[in-house]
């Protein structure tokens, strides 16, 4: 049994606040040294795909670290992740100018970061107990949306002033801050998972054996729980691949409509001479995080619908706003497009939100601790395959159609997914 679970819980959350921000700057960052080094005004994909790189190393290795998770002290785990990422950050922060030191170190945030997830979900069930995870999971997500709010104000309106070397430098400190909260967690559930795994002393070949033997079960187990299998095909690929779909649409928008719109945000009290086309799309992204951060309150207005119907209601009005979207900047002007804009942007953060807060708490609850790593692995392997491929197709497709079309592309991506659950709903219990 997990012991104070408010003060681990608090440290955990409070840490992860610290360093969602910093991540959130240096997406920022990122974008603003890819639009320097490798891109020019009128591409988006070559930013899309720093945004993919830091992705891969989820698909390379996202399930090793889920088993590492299961057998090793999550904690520690974390500790370690963080140590690597604040490194790699100081690392940039010499050499970003260099573009292929930008993309070692966005694929090594990456690799770092595909530690850290598996870790960081399937450590929660150990601090809370079960009837609790709901809860705790709802205010962890708002918690980590509040946290991705700030960063992105932070780098969409002080990257510009403070640079991007002492942006890297924050970011780093966000990290070491996070690693030094989770030295003070303490919990006694996990030592009673892990001494049931590890034999005291087994040879090399075993041990490998072994491993071989721990990865499959986690495969097993996975097929063989349906509710699991659903949450991951469905609800995690869709949402994901849809986020992605409407991530590189917002970019190639930004870019494109930059210029253009540079009076209403001199009207607005920016200072468009200093300002960049990596903090303008930070500054677009803010309004998906405003619309995000409502979404607690709203899952709770709508606590009665079963949670696989909820999610055919949210996918549709995700195709209505896109579909809606779409039509205005066929028939309007820029500048007004411009504004009306931020408001559906704002309401698809509201989407974006409702499908994300569930997802964790849904695997935690369908899934036995001891698969915990695993299963979570499982997860991040496909939201990031799902990104991964979203984010270069829909870079790809937006630089030849624009965004106007991608708008068109992310909204029949939502009308499959409301389809994927319409039809699995009967066969799942959530």
Not at 2 to 31: C, E, P
Request: hydrophobic fraction near 55%.
């Amino acid at each position: 049994m997990a012991y104070n679970t408010k003060r681990n819980f608090s440290l955990l959350m409070i840490g992860q606040f610290i360093s969602i921000l910093g991540d959130r700057i240096s997406t920022s960052v990122f974008l603003t040294i890819a639009a320097m080094i490798v891109m020019d005004v009128n591409s988006s994909s070559q930013s899309s795909f720093i945004i993919a790189f830091q992705i891969f190393p989820f698909l390379i290795f996202g399930y090793l670290f889920g088993l590492m998770a299961d057998l090793v002290e999550k904690r520690k785990i974390l500790i370690f992740a963080d140590i690597g990422r604040a490194s790699v950050l100081l690392l940039l922060y010499f050499f970003h100018n260099s573009l292929w030191i930008l993309y070692l170190c966005v694929f090594l945030i990456g690799f770092f970061t595909s530690m850290f997830e598996p870790a960081k979900k399937s450590i929660i069930p150990f601090l809370v107990k079960k009837e609790n995870l709901v809860f705790f999971n709802k205010l962890f997500a708002f918690m980590e949306i509040l946290a991705m709010f700030i960063g992105l104000g932070v780098g969409a309106f002080l990257l510009s002033a403070i640079g991007v070397k002492n942006a890297l430098l924050l970011d780093s400190l966000t990290y070491i801050v996070s690693l030094i909260l989770l030295l003070f967690i303490k919990y006694n559930d996990e030592n009673k998972v892990l001494s049931k795994k590890l034999p005291n002393v087994e040879s090399f070949k075993n041990g490998i054996k072994r491993h071989k033997t721990e990865l499959k079960e986690g495969l097993m187990y996975l097929n063989s729980n349906v509710n699991v299998k659903f949450i991951i095909s469905n609800l995690i690929f869709f949402h994901f691949f849809v986020v992605s779909l409407f991530a590189s649409t917002i970019i190639d928008y930004s870019i494109r409509v930059f210029e253009n719109v540079k009076p209403i945000l001199f009207d607005l009290g920016f200072n468009t001479d200093t300002m960049l086309v990596g903090s303008h799309s930070t500054f677009i992204f803010l309004f998906v995080a405003i619309g995000a951060m409502f979404t607690p309150a709203i899952k709770s207005l709508l606590h009665k619908f079963k949670e696989s119907v909820l999610s055919v209601w949210v996918f549709l009005f995700g195709a209505f706003l896109m579909f809606l979207a779409a039509i205005l900047s066929f028939v309007l002007p820029i500048e007004k497009f411009y504004v009306l804009f931020f408001f559906i942007v704002v309401l698809t953060g509201v989407v974006a939100g409702l499908q994300y807060i569930r997802y964790s708490y849904l695997i935690q609850l369908n899934t036995e601790k001891e698969f915990m790593g695993r299963v979570t692995a499982v997860a991040e392997i496909v939201w990031s395959l799902a990104l991964f491929i979203g984010i270069l197709f829909g870079s790809l497709f937006n630089d030849y159609f624009s965004y106007k079309y991608g708008l068109i592309l992310t909204g029949m991506f939502c009308v499959f997914g409301a389809v994927s659950f319409y039809f699995s709903k009967e066969k799942i219990t959530w």
